[in-house]
């Protein structure tokens, strides 16, 4: 009989996720700047 394969995903897990949160802060962040100051320079423009 064999073994059953193991999964190497279900073992990193937790580690995974949290490596996952923090580059979609990485990205999110930046972004997230970005549209406040597009948003920003918008209402400036539109206003006067």
């Known amino acids: 009989m064999a073994m059953p394969a193991r ?3 279900s ?3 937790p580690r995974r996720g949290g ?3 923090l580059a979609w802060v990485w ?3 930046p ?3 970005g549209v406040y ?3 920003l ?3 400036q423009l539109f206003t006067g």
Do not use: R
């Open 7 to 9: 999964n190497p995903e």
């Open 11 to 13: 073992e990193a897990g």
């Open 19 to 21: 490596l996952i949160a």
């Open 27 to 29: 990205v999110g962040a």
């Open 31 to 33: 972004f997230a700047y």
């Open 37 to 39: 100051e597009l948003v």
């Open 41 to 43: 320079k918008a209402k």
